[in-house]
């Protein structure tokens, strides 16, 4: 089979980290080349995990690993004050990008929404359901949990409030377009005392 998301067959999952818990970077399977693909962690470790069905043989797979290569998109960012920082991502730059965001203990991370513009959604994917190749994942970097998975069918609400105060956002497309784009605003809130 030739796609990224197989059933059935060989593929390769790539998470951001050392563990399945990590954020969840790509599935990749069928006939890709390296210049089809890239993929990158935020850090220095990324988990490859390997799985293949017993109904067809095929030979594996190969990957180049770039240990010093730096991106374009994404990064480190701390909201140690409550002023607004922005953040954007274009797929005409690069398909993968990775934002790590970290608040005062005290603060939750408040997303804002300002654009949100994906693809048109592939084949299988209708109503709420998102393909993990095409969309933006929150994940709450401290317990390595998936707090929300947004695409086309399924858009993020203008406000995201997460209820920590360090986030991860992975965002990912296969193809580059120009008609994905994604601005948004981070800043940090006082937590509620219970």
């Known amino acids: 089979s030739s796609g990224i998301n197989a059933e059935y067959g060989d593929s390769l999952r790539v998470y951001d980290g050392v563990t399945e818990k990590s954020p969840y970077l790509a599935n990749l399977c069928g006939r890709m080349t390296s210049s089809q693909l890239t993929v990158s962690s935020s850090g220095p470790t990324m988990l490859l995990k390997f799985s293949s069905d017993a109904v067809i043989s095929r030979p594996g797979f190969s990957a180049t690993i770039d240990m010093t290569q730096e991106s374009i998109c994404g990064g480190r960012f701390s909201t140690s004050t409550s002023r607004s920082r922005e953040l954007r991502w274009k797929t005409r730059e690069e398909l993968q990008c990775m934002w790590s965001i970290t608040g005062q203990p005290d603060r939750n991370i408040l997303l804002n929404f300002i654009r949100f513009k994906m693809l048109g959604g592939r084949v299988g994917y ?69």
């Open 126 to 194: 209708r109503g709420a359901n998102c393909p993990l190749d095409e969309s933006i994942e929150i994940y709450n970097t401290v317990e390595k949990k998936l707090l929300a998975r947004y695409c086309r069918n399924s858009p993020p609400p203008k406000l995201f409030l997460a209820e920590c105060s360090q986030v991860t956002i992975v965002a990912r497309a296969m193809v580059a377009l120009p008609n994905i784009d994604v601005l948004l605003l981070h800043s940090s809130t006082r937590m509620k005392s219970t």
